[in-house]
Structures are given as structure tokens and as C-alpha cells.
């Protein structure tokens, strides 16, 4: 009976050391995984960073700098992006919501959102036009006539032009939505308006770009008015 209690006792202990065995193996494979994944999502974060950085530096502001990026579920998150050296030209945060399946196979992302775009320019003495960050180049056109956007739709929620004049300080507001068709056309909504003393207005309009690339637009000014020096 004695000789059997220590069998007994050898073939618990023996099995309690595979058991934390097999625990270890788990722990240092899951530790692995999750290193894997940790540094797949930081390579993806840095690249999708960088690309957008890219695209927007080609479009015209060549200082622009993408500030945090995240990941989520649906898509992902920019916050803050300086348009120029100094920060005075910024949008504040774009959000991308998307199907990551229709993404890697279609090219095809559901909603871009855009927070507060805030843009500062100016007029001096001579006439000349400057935006800050802005070095006067214009997105390019693929040349192919076709209309066809990589979103279904784009809401602008607020941009913000600061305009400094020999005249006077001006500042100009907007918001705007374009909505992706069935026949690959683009509905395009908006709004744009001041509310100053020496400038006051507002203009809504609509539009529409068709399957072939050809673009329509009408406006209506709602109200109006300018006391510019100067200004007939």
C-alpha cells in the first residue's frame, strides 16, 4: 500500500509538470502572436500614415504632416493635420468608415468624414494670393473620363477660411456632401456663408457629376451684403 501511495503521488506530480508545460507553451505562443499582430498593426498604421501624408503633400501642401492615426473596427481615425510648418492651415480629424473586405477587393471605402477644416490665406498690397501651406498646385485628373470615386460618400462638416486683405479680415465658412449612385454618378451638396460686418452672405447649392466625368452645378444666394471700402 506504501508503494502504491508513491506511484500514485510520482504520476500526479509528473502530471501537474506536463500540464504547466503545456501552460508555458500556450503563454509564449500567445506572447509571440500578439508581438506578430502588435507590430503588423503598427507597420499597417505606419504605412497607411505615410501614404496619406503623400497624397496630401502631392495635392498642393508640400509641409503637410498626419498626426495620430488609428485603427478601429469599422475603419479608422486621423486626428489633426498640419497643412503647413506653422500650424495655421489644419483639418482637425478625418474619419474613414469601411468594410476592410471591400477595401482589399474593390478599392471601395463606405464614408469619409471631415472635421473642421481650417484654412489661412491672405491678399497683400500687390494683389497677391496666398494660402498658408498652400504652394498653388492642383490635384491632377487620371485622364480617363471617368467619374467614379473611392468612397460612397464624403461629408465636409465645416471648413473655415481666414482670409487677412488690405481691406479688412474676412472669414468664410462651408460644409458640403457628396453621394456616390447606383450608375456611378456623384450627387454633390452644399452651403457656404459669412456672417461679418463688411461681408455677409449665404449660397446654398447643388450639383451633380456624371458617369462620363461631366459636372453640373447650381446655386442660389439666399442673402447678401457688403460694405467693402471701395466696393461697388
Known amino acids: ?22 501552460i508555458r507553451k500556450v503563454l509564449l505562443i500567445s506572447t509571440a502572436l500578439g508581438v506578430c499582430v502588435g507590430a503588423g498593426v503598427f507597420g499597417s498604421a505606419f504605412w497607411a500614415k505615410a501614404l496619406i501624408q503623400t497624397q496630401i503633400r502631392s495635392s498642393g501642401f508640400p509641409q503637410a504632416r498626419v498626426g495620430i492615426l488609428q485603427f478601429t473596427p469599422s475603419g479608422l481615425i486621423i486626428d489633426h493635420i498640419a497643412l503647413d ?13 469601411l ?22 490665406g491672405e491678399i497683400d ?27 460612397r460618400s464624403l461629408f465636409l462638416q465645416g471648413l473655415t477660411f481666414d482670409l487677412d486683405t488690405p481691406q479688412g479680415d474676412f472669414r468664410i465658412e462651408a ?5 456616390a449612385r447606383e450608375d456611378h454618378s456623384q450627387t454633390i451638396s452644399f452651403s457656404t456663408w459669412s456672417e ?10 447643388k450639383g451633380q457629376i456624371a458617369s462620363d466625368g461631366s459636372f453640373s452645378l447650381s446655386s442660389e444666394l439666399l442673402e447678401g451684403r457688403v460694405e467693402i471700402p471701395g466696393f461697388q
Not at 510648418?85 to 468608415?97: E, G, L, R
Open 1 to 22: 500500500m506504501r508503494r502504491l501511495s508513491i506511484t500514485s503521488t510520482f504520476n500526479r506530480s509528473a502530471g501537474v509538470a506536463r500540464k504547466k508545460g503545456r
Open 85 to 97: 510648418a506653422n500650424d495655421f492651415s489644419t483639418v482637425d480629424q478625418i474619419s474613414v468608415t
Open 99 to 120: 468594410s476592410w473586405s471591400d477595401l482589399l477587393l474593390k478599392r471601395q471605402i463606405d464614408s469619409l468624414s471631415v472635421k473642421d477644416i481650417s484654412l489661412m
Open 125 to 151: 498690397e500687390s494683389g497677391k494670393f496666398r494660402v498658408a501651406g498652400w504652394d498653388a498646385t492642383l490635384p491632377t485628373s487620371t485622364g480617363d473620363g471617368k467619374a467614379d470615386l473611392p468612397f
Open 175 to 179: 460644409k458640403a456632401h457628396v453621394e
Open 196 to 205: 461679418q460686418k463688411l461681408l455677409s452672405f449665404q449660397i446654398d447649392g
